[in-house]
């Protein structure tokens, strides 16, 4: 269980009763909640989406019935999630001998995040309030009982958590003493008795990550100095001291993601490194002579990070190296793997496979299959008698066959890059037609990438006769770290261009309708929604700004405290706003003072709660656009942040949005 995850990033129709009691006083509610658009008015959007559909928008984006699955460390039980009549997906547990099914963890009004299992009788799970993102860490019994906040702490963020095997014990990362900084602790999770292991004392300079073995002893750590430069620290098993092993600059990548514990070196470990390198390679090190032992893994063309250990029953040999290319890689290295990979391979050929649980002793496999077109499906290989069985299909409403492909594209920026991407494409279009385009840049922007797979917003855009386009523009990550830093203070300007020139290519192929082209992404794809109306005004019809920045500079402002340790590194990745060339640029490229030159229909979305993306921002964009009289629909849900996770809000929003496209695409 790993919730480590650094800054940036990417329901109900009915609120809660608790948000129900909230909105009889408006001053309690964030954002102006006088902004948003009624649901009358967001109803008629519905309209205009008409068409004799096989599939409908609920098809898409209603949870599975049942989903992730998992075998408990003993293979005595499975334990799942499963939706009820309510659209509120708790966990079951069900013992396998007897067929008995428990509900071991039931959802109210907040969502269960991850969920999973601690020892062969205990469950954990995560869950925030409303998509806040202060995630609390609970234990309960397989029988639902027992139940305990391992984290018990109002407007404290659990930053990481880790089970200790074989112990009662997790290890978690919270900010609970200071908002800004992360300190490691040891709780009991059948106790809930908390020990903190190590002080986080400086602010300026704060450790940003921990490293432990297997055992729960804290082996190192790495500290962020003066926001720019990461030290890691590695502790001499024989003195106890820490020693300074390694200092870069945060633009570079040395990230230990494990300690080698199938190696007498109880100093091993596996590095990911670009610090010789254009791309990020596995290599192992001894820490205790700070040198690489060798090589493990490198591609000349994508980033490698992954990999996957076997357990104690195999003394922890390495398992797999996986990577993301034009689909998902893995390369199988131990003997046991390679005999797994070898039958599923030829089972399921060019799907994507992985195995997501297994019992300690691996006799039983847990394993999803999916694809372009294929949601996933769930199978169970016994590891002895070589069987595999389906389990479960998670969409057994979208059949296969009627799904779009999702083509990998290639193409050469104006000023000379490959860039990469993908296109999706309705039956139309693969039979010669040219199609209406929704062109959908991603979140982040950096160090994140689209990927190859099962889309269920693409395959809705298909099914109405459009086609998606994703660009992997300069900053994505996955291509090595030159060009992800040439995109660096580019957002809005070089790294839109790669996604007008992505635009440019894919009218060039002959598939699209150039007068018919929408952009909507959410996060930065929310901004770049914005900045694709202002910067080509006549290129689209349309867009939907989903919890999208409007204004870099009330963006920064609105951090939250634990975003503030990468202030700077922020600065260097979009915009220095104390430096009055760069805060020039920064106004250039910040939405909400460039309305005069949106001329296209705009529909905006927002949660609320929403940490990242403050509502302040879509409020921005909202009232600036009606000040010179032009009426924008605005959705805004109070129990959602970055990003509509419950079903029932989900499916109006893409019902809702789908009107949105089908109204602009047929105007005269």
Same mark, same amino acid.
């Given at each position: 269980?790993?919730?480590?995850?650094?800054?940036?990033?990417?329901?109900?129709?009915?609120?809660?009763?608790?948000?129900?009691?909230?909105?009889?006083?408006?001053?309690?509610?964030?954002?102006?909640?006088?902004?948003?658009?009624?649901?009358?008015?967001?109803?008629?959007?519905?309209?205009?989406?008409?068409? %004799?559909?096989?599939?409908?928008?609920?098809?898409?984006?209603?949870?599975?019935?049942?989903?992730?699955?998992?075998?408990?460390?003993?293979?005595?039980?499975?334990?799942?999630?499963?939706?009820?009549?309510?659209?509120?997906?708790?966990?079951?547990?069900?013992?396998?001998?007897?067929?008995?099914?428990?509900?071991?963890?039931?959802?109210?009004?907040?969502?269960?995040?991850?969920?999973?299992?601690?020892?062969?009788?205990?469950?954990?799970?995560?869950?925030?309030?409303?998509?806040?993102?202060?995630?609390?860490?609970?234990?309960?019994?397989?029988?639902?009982?027992?139940?305990?906040? &391992?984290?018990?702490?109002?407007?404290?963020?659990?930053?990481?958590?880790?089970?200790?095997?074989?112990?009662?014990?997790?290890?978690?990362?919270?900010?609970?003493?200071?908002?800004?900084?992360?300190?490691?602790?040891?709780?009991?999770? #059948?106790?809930?008795?908390?020990?903190?292991?190590?002080?986080?004392?400086?602010?300026?300079?704060? $450790?940003?990550?921990? $490293?432990?073995?297997?055992?729960? %002893?804290?082996?190192?750590?790495?500290?962020?100095? %003066?926001?720019?430069?990461?030290?890691?620290?590695?502790?001499?098993?024989?003195?106890?001291?820490?020693?300074?092993?390694?200092?870069?600059?945060?633009?570079?990548?040395?990230?230990?993601?494990?300690?080698?514990?199938?190696?007498?070196?109880?100093?091993?470990?596996?590095?990911?490194?670009?610090?010789?390198?254009?791309?990020?390679?596995?290599?192992?090190?001894?820490?205790?002579?700070?040198?690489?032992?060798?090589?493990?893994?490198? #591609?000349?063309?994508?980033?490698?990070?992954?990999?996957?250990?076997?357990?104690?029953?195999? #003394?922890?040999?390495?398992?797999?190296?996986?990577?993301?290319?034009?689909?998902?890689?893995?390369?199988?290295?131990?003997?046991?793997?390679?005999?797994?990979?070898?039958?599923?391979?030829?089972?399921?050929?060019?799907?994507?496979?992985?195995?997501?649980?297994?019992?300690?002793?691996?006799?039983?496999?847990?394993?999803?299959?999916?694809?372009?077109?294929?949601?996933? %499906?769930?199978?169970?290989?016994?590891?002895?008698?070589?069987?595999?069985?389906?389990?479960?299909? &998670?969409?057994?409403?979208?059949?296969?066959?009627?799904?779009?492909?999702?083509?990998?594209?290639?193409?050469?920026?104006?000023?000379?890059?490959?860039?990469?991407?993908?296109?999706?494409?309705?039956?139309?279009?693969?039979?010669?037609?040219?199609?209406? &385009?929704?062109?959908?840049?991603?979140?982040?922007?950096?160090?994140?990438?689209?990927?190859?797979?099962?889309?269920?917003?693409?395959?809705?855009?298909?099914?109405?006769?459009?086609?998606?386009?994703?660009?992997?523009?300069?900053?994505?990550?996955?291509?090595?770290?030159?060009?992800?830093?040439?995109?660096?203070?580019?957002?809005?300007?070089?790294?839109?261009?790669?996604?007008?020139?992505?635009?440019?290519?894919?009218?060039?192929?002959?598939?699209?309708?150039?007068?018919?082209?929408?952009?909507?992404?959410?996060?930065?794809?929310?901004?770049?929604?914005?900045?694709? &109306?202002?910067?080509?005004?006549?290129?689209?019809?349309?867009?939907?700004?989903?919890?999208?920045?409007?204004?870099?500079?009330?963006?920064?402002?609105?951090?939250?405290?634990?975003?503030?340790?990468?202030?700077?590194?922020?600065?260097?990745?979009?915009?220095?706003?104390? #430096?009055?060339?760069?805060?020039?640029?920064?106004?250039?490229?910040?939405?909400?003072?460039?309305?005069?030159?949106?001329?296209?229909?705009?529909?905006?979305?927002?949660?609320?709660?929403?940490?990242?993306?403050?509502?302040?921002?879509?409020?921005?964009?909202?009232?600036?656009?009606?000040?010179?009289?032009?009426?924008?629909?605005?959705?805004?849900?109070?129990?959602?942040?970055?990003?509509?996770?419950?079903?029932?809000?989900?499916?109006?929003?893409?019902?809702?949005?789908?009107?949105?496209?089908?109204?602009?695409?047929?105007?005269?």
């Amino acid at each position: 269980m790993n919730l480590n995850a650094k800054f940036f990033g990417a329901a109900q129709i009915v609120l809660s009763a608790i948000m129900m009691n909230a909105q009889t006083s408006t001053a309690k509610l964030p954002g102006d909640p006088t902004l948003p658009s009624s649901k009358e008015t967001l109803d008629k959007l519905i309209s205009y989406d008409k068409g %004799n559909f096989k599939y409908k928008v609920e098809d898409y984006f209603a949870r599975p019935n049942a989903s992730q699955f998992k075998i408990s460390p003993d293979g005595q039980y499975l334990s799942y999630k499963e939706k009820d009549a309510d659209k509120k997906n708790h966990v079951y547990v069900k013992e396998l001998k007897t067929g008995k099914i428990t509900k071991a963890i039931v959802e109210k009004d907040d969502l269960i995040g991850g969920y999973g299992w601690l020892d062969k009788k205990r469950l954990f799970y995560t869950q925030d309030k409303g998509g806040n993102e202060n995630n609390h860490l609970y234990a309960v019994d397989i029988d639902g009982k027992n139940l305990k906040d &391992l984290t018990p702490f109002d407007g404290v963020t659990l930053n990481y958590a880790d089970v200790i095997k074989d112990t009662e014990f997790v290890i978690v990362a919270l900010n609970k003493n200071n908002k800004q900084i992360f300190e490691p602790y040891k709780v009991n999770f #059948n106790t809930g008795e908390m020990t903190q292991l190590y002080e986080n004392k400086d602010v300026n300079n704060p $450790i940003d990550g921990y $490293i432990f073995d297997k055992k729960g %002893n804290m082996r190192g750590y790495t500290v962020l100095e %003066n926001g720019l430069t990461t030290k890691t620290y590695y502790k001499d098993v024989d003195t106890g001291k820490f020693n300074l092993i390694k200092s870069t600059d945060w633009k570079n990548t040395f990230s230990i993601i494990g300690l080698n514990d199938n190696s007498k070196n109880k100093d091993e470990a596996y590095v990911v490194t670009d610090l010789d390198s254009d791309k990020a390679r596995i290599v192992l090190y001894d820490l205790k002579k700070n040198a690489i032992i060798k090589e493990v893994y490198s #591609n000349p063309v994508y980033d490698v990070s992954s990999i996957s250990t076997a357990r104690k029953n195999r #003394n922890y040999e390495l398992d797999y190296i996986s990577y993301t290319g034009v689909k998902g890689e893995t390369i199988p290295v131990s003997k046991f793997y390679k005999e797994v990979h070898d039958q599923l391979k030829a089972e399921f050929k060019d799907k994507e496979f992985s195995v997501v649980s297994s019992d300690d002793n691996e006799e039983k496999l847990l394993v999803v299959v999916g694809s372009d077109r294929l949601y996933g %499906n769930y199978y169970e290989y016994d590891t002895k008698s070589k069987q595999l069985k389906l389990l479960y299909n &998670l969409m057994p409403q979208l059949k296969e066959e009627d799904m779009a492909e999702m083509k990998p594209i290639e193409f050469k920026s104006r000023d000379g890059l490959t860039i990469r991407g993908y296109i999706t494409m309705p039956k139309d279009a693969v039979n010669g037609k040219k199609v209406p &385009l929704i062109v959908n840049p991603h979140g982040g922007p950096q160090g994140v990438r689209d990927n190859w797979g099962f889309n269920p917003e693409d395959q809705l855009f298909a099914s109405r006769g459009y086609a998606t386009l994703h660009v992997n523009f300069r900053i994505s990550g996955g291509y090595g770290k030159e060009f992800q830093q040439s995109g660096y203070k580019q957002i809005g300007r070089k790294a839109m261009d790669d996604v007008e020139d992505g635009v440019k290519y894919v009218i060039e192929q002959g598939w699209i309708d150039k007068n018919k082209i929408a952009i909507y992404g959410g996060s930065h794809g929310g901004y770049a929604t914005l900045m694709g &109306l202002i910067k080509t005004p006549d290129l689209y019809s349309c867009g939907v700004d989903y919890v999208g920045v409007s204004n870099i500079f009330t963006f920064f402002e609105s951090f939250p405290e634990y975003w503030k340790p990468y202030k700077e590194m922020v600065k260097q990745i979009w915009y220095d706003l104390d #430096n009055p060339e760069e805060a020039k640029i920064a106004k250039e490229v910040s939405p909400v003072f460039h309305i005069d030159k949106i001329k296209k229909p705009l529909f905006v979305v927002q949660g609320a709660n929403d940490p990242r993306v403050n509502i302040n921002e879509s409020d921005q964009i909202v009232k600036a656009m009606r000040a010179k009289g032009v009426e924008v629909p605005y959705m805004v849900k109070y129990d959602e942040g970055h990003g509509f996770r419950k079903e029932p809000n989900r499916i109006e929003l893409y019902k809702y949005m789908m009107g949105f496209f089908a109204e602009n695409f047929n105007k005269k």
